[in-house]
């Protein structure tokens, strides 16, 4: 495993691109997007992303970004999930994480460091993962639909209406996006609200301006919806730590 510092960057993008080597991305402060040809994923304050070997992706960050990075050989990412996902951090691997970033990249690893680098991997594969993927449909009058809602949070418009938009009939619309997604068109517009709203209160937007922005009647109803997804207000979901 090589490991990378902690990184302190404001709001920026990086195009496509993949790596040789599996990478586990840790956020403690701010929020990374990472999009993949198969959705998107949203890592807030004390969450990981774990990216396989060869992957595609494009990340942007938001707010003041703080954490680290571990890459994985290769050989070393069997057995560890197929797919980008994030990830729960335990203490024993933010406590080894940071210790490996301390080592020597240019140098081979000692025998003391090799066994601390398997707990890690091991801490990877079993690691609980987050639900805080949204999948992405390629059929494209979805595609269509969804990127518009994506664009419009707030929209008040019904599924009839997003249907007609997309030049579909109601149940086409219901049938497709199950179908491509596992989720429902009403689970999969909660989730986009829910990307939206991470994004918007790690930059440092009010609750207030959160639910305005998603076309809730008030804050107290978009708290209810958040503590409904994530088990928690939005406030103690960024500050709580693993």
Not at 4 to 26: I, K, S, T
Not at 105 to 128: L, T
Not at 164 to 174: Q, V, Y
Not at 201 to 211: E, T
Request: hydrophobic share 40%.
């Amino acid at each position: 495993m090589a490991p990378g510092g902690e990184r302190r960057l404001g709001a920026r993008e990086y195009d496509w691109h993949h790596h040789v080597r599996g990478q586990v991305f840790c956020v403690e402060a701010g929020l990374i997007h990472v999009q993949t040809s198969q959705g998107s994923w949203l890592l807030p304050p004390h969450r990981a992303g774990w990216m396989p070997d060869g992957v595609p992706h494009k990340v942007s960050t938001s707010g003041t970004l703080s954490g680290w990075t571990l890459f994985v050989a290769p050989d070393a990412c069997e057995g560890l999930p197929p797919q980008p996902c994030v990830i729960g951090i335990s203490d024993v691997l933010q406590v080894l994480a940071r210790r490996a970033a301390d080592w020597d990249k240019q140098r081979p690893m000692a025998p003391d460091q090799a066994r601390i680098a398997a707990v890690i991997r091991d801490e990877i594969a079993r690691a609980p993962r987050e639900s805080l993927h949204l999948p992405m449909p390629r059929d494209p009058r979805m595609v269509r639909v969804t990127r518009a809602l994506l664009a419009e949070p707030d929209s008040p418009r019904t599924l009839d209406d997003w249907a007609a938009f997309g030049a579909m009939s109601p149940r086409t619309m219901r049938r497709l996006i199950l179908a491509e997604t596992g989720l429902t068109f009403a689970q999969w517009r909660q989730q986009a609200q829910l990307t939206h709203a991470l994004e918007m209160l790690a930059g440092g937007a009010g609750v207030a301006d959160v639910a305005d922005a998603l076309g809730y009647a008030s804050p107290s109803n978009f708290i209810a919806m958040f503590r409904r997804a994530f088990g928690d207000s939005p406030a103690r979901y960024f500050s709580r730590r693993r």
